[in-house]
T-cell receptor, first 113, second 114 residues
Framework: GNSVTQMEGPVTLSEEAFLTINCTYTATGYPSLFWYVQYPGEGLQLLLKATKADDKGSNKGFEATYRKETTSFHLEKGSVQVSDSAVYFCALISMDSSYKLIFGSGTRLLVRP | DSGVTQTPKHLITATGQRVTLRCSPRSGDLSVYWYQQSLDQGLQFLIQYYNGEERAKGNILERFSAQQFPDLHSELNLSSLELGDSALYFC?????????????FGPGTRLTVL
C-alpha cells in the first residue's frame, strides 16, 4: 500500500544552519508529492509540491526534488530562521479513486537564535 | 489564508455528546476532504465529498457522518463521543474530484472530549 516515512524529530538547529528533513515514500504509480507545514497553534499550510519525477518544488527558500529512483522527496533549506520553527509533513496523493492525502508522521523543527 | 474556513475553532464537550463541525471550501472548489489529527494516529483521511456526493471513505468511525450541502459547505457530525475522539479535525478543499490536485486546508477545529 501507499505510505510515507519521515525522519523522526525533533530537529534542533541554530539560525542560519542548513536543513534537511528526509522523506521517502512507497506508492503505486507516480503520485504527486507535497510538503505541508504546521506552525504552532495553526492549521496545515502547503509549502511546496512536485507532480512528476525530477520536478523540484520550491517556496520561501525551501526546496525538494522528486526522486523516482530513490523514492524520496527530501526537504532542504540553505539557511533556517527562528520563524521556520514548525512541524513539517511530507505527503503523497493516493492514486486510487479516493485521491486522499497520505501523510508522514511529521518532523518538528526547532531553530534557536 | 487558504480560503478554507472552519467553525468552531475550539469545541469542548462531554463523553456521549454529539457535535457538528462546519467547513466552507475555497470559492470554486467542489471537493471537500475531512482529516483527523491525533497524537497516536497522526493525520488520517476520514471522508471526501464532491459536489454534494460522497466520493471516498477512509478510517471513519460509524459514529461519525458527514454531508455536503448545495452551497458546497460541509459538516462533520460526531456522535456518542468518547475520550479518544479528542483531536484536531481539518477540512481541505480542491477544485476537482481527483487527480493530483492540491488540497488547501482550513485552520482546523480542536475537539476536546472530557
Amino acid at each position: 500500500g501507499n505510505s510515507v516515512t519521515q525522519m523522526e524529530g525533533p530537529v534542533t538547529l541554530s539560525e542560519e544552519a542548513f536543513l534537511t528533513i528526509n522523506c521517502t515514500y512507497t506508492a503505486t504509480g507516480y503520485p504527486s508529492l507535497f510538503w505541508y507545514v504546521q506552525y504552532p497553534g495553526e492549521g496545515l499550510q502547503l509549502l511546496l509540491k512536485a507532480t512528476k519525477a525530477d520536478d523540484k518544488g520550491s517556496n520561501k527558500g525551501f526546496e525538494a526534488t522528486y526522486r523516482k529512483e530513490t523514492t524520496s522527496f527530501h526537504l532542504e533549506k540553505g539557511s533556517v530562521q527562528v520563524s521556520d520553527s514548525a512541524v513539517y509533513f511530507c505527503a503523497l496523493i493516493s492514486m486510487d479513486s479516493s485521491y486522499k492525502l497520505i501523510f508522514g508522521s511529521g518532523t518538528r523543527l526547532l531553530v534557536r537564535p | 489564508d487558504s480560503g478554507v474556513t472552519q467553525t468552531p475553532k475550539h469545541l469542548i464537550t462531554a463523553t456521549g455528546q454529539r457535535v457538528t463541525l462546519r467547513c466552507s471550501p475555497r470559492s470554486g472548489d467542489l471537493s471537500v476532504y475531512w482529516y483527523q489529527q491525533s497524537l497516536d494516529q497522526g493525520l488520517q483521511f476520514l471522508i471526501q465529498y464532491y459536489n454534494g456526493e460522497e466520493r471516498a471513505k477512509g478510517n471513519i468511525l460509524e459514529r461519525f457522518s458527514a454531508q455536503q450541502f448545495p452551497d458546497l459547505h460541509s459538516e462533520l457530525n460526531l456522535s456518542s463521543l468518547e475520550l479518544g475522539d479528542s483531536a484536531l479535525y481539518f477540512c481541505a478543499s480542491s477544485v476537482l474530484a481527483g487527480g493530483p490536485d492540491t488540497q488547501y486546508f482550513g485552520p482546523g477545529t480542536r475537539l476536546t472530549v472530557l
